[in-house]
T-cell receptor, first 117, second 116 residues
Framework: AQKVTQAQTEISVVEKEDVTLDCVYE???????LFWYKQPPSGELVFLIR??????QNEISGRYSWNFQKSTSSFNFTITASQVVDSAVYFC??????????????FGTGTQLKVEL | DTEVTQTPKHLVMGMTNKKSLKCEQH?????MYWYKQKAKKPPELMFV???????INESVPSRFSPECPNSSLLNLHLHALQPEDSALYLC???????????????FGPGTRLTVL
């Protein structure tokens, strides 16, 4: 069975602070994919990044960066110089194939990030 | 066009009503999904369609009936719902290729359903 753990339920920071959201996963698959999604108060889940199990390179996109460490089964997400617009719930998810097509996402419980002025 | 649209945005219905939720995408994606999300919880998968065929039903009660009339459209028909079915219903799509666990899902804005 697959499992994703986001131990941080809620994080509050002051604008311009850096913040790291933790994600730990469990899977028996040798090939798997990890994702981060952002859900602002409006409700729509916004795709941020996909990472496959064979690529442990860290990735940076603007103020966002991701640290994938297979040895510790972690896929952490850092926001540098946080802004109020970053306030949202962030979900880490793990993907598995569905027989017949499509992929099944196992979501973590989410981390509510609040960025204050 | 890189978006998934959902209508209506909000829906209030009684327990004896019949209503439908609609989801549309024009990205050529061949896998489409329905999720249910309760407040402060992650989305829960309900149904998956792949090439217009139902590939997974996560033991969803029969009062929820999905339909995929074509590759761009996904409906969720609702009948005799209970108050505990009140939630945000999200639709998503992904590009289905062989071995496509890597394909990210793109989500619509959701329909906020209230059952009275």
């Amino acid at each position: 069975a697959q499992k994703v753990t986001q131990a941080q339920t809620e994080i509050s920071v002051v604008e311009k602070e850096d913040v790291t959201l933790d994600c730990v996963y469990e899977t028996r698959d040798t090939t798997y994919y990890l994702f981060w999604y952002k859900q602002p108060p409006s409700g729509e889940l916004v795709f941020l990044i996909r990472r496959n199990s064979f690529d442990e390179q860290n990735e940076i996109s603007g103020r966002y960066s991701w640290n994938f460490q297979k040895s510790t089964s972690s896929f952490n997400f850092t926001i540098t110089a946080s802004q109020v617009v970053d306030s949202a719930v962030y979900f880490c998810a793990l993907s598995g194939l569905i027989t017949g097509g499509g992929n099944k996402l196992t979501f973590g419980t989410g981390t509510q990030l609040k960025v204050e002025l | 066009d890189t978006e998934v649209t959902q209508t209506p945005k909000h829906l209030v219905m009684g327990m004896t009503n019949k209503k439908s939720l609609k989801c549309e995408q024009h990205m050529g994606h061949r896998a489409m999904y329905w999720y249910k999300q309760k407040a402060k919880k992650p989305p829960e998968l309900m149904f998956v369609y792949s090439y217009e065929k139902l590939s997974i039903n996560e033991s969803v009660p029969s009062r929820f009936s999905p339909e995929c009339p074509n590759s761009s459209l996904l409906n969720l028909h609702l009948h005799a719902l209970q108050p505990e079915d009140s939630a945000l219903y999200l639709c998503a799509s992904s590009l289905r290729l062989s071995g496509d666990a890597y394909n990210e899902q793109f989500f619509g804005p959701g329909t906020r359903l209230t059952v009275l």
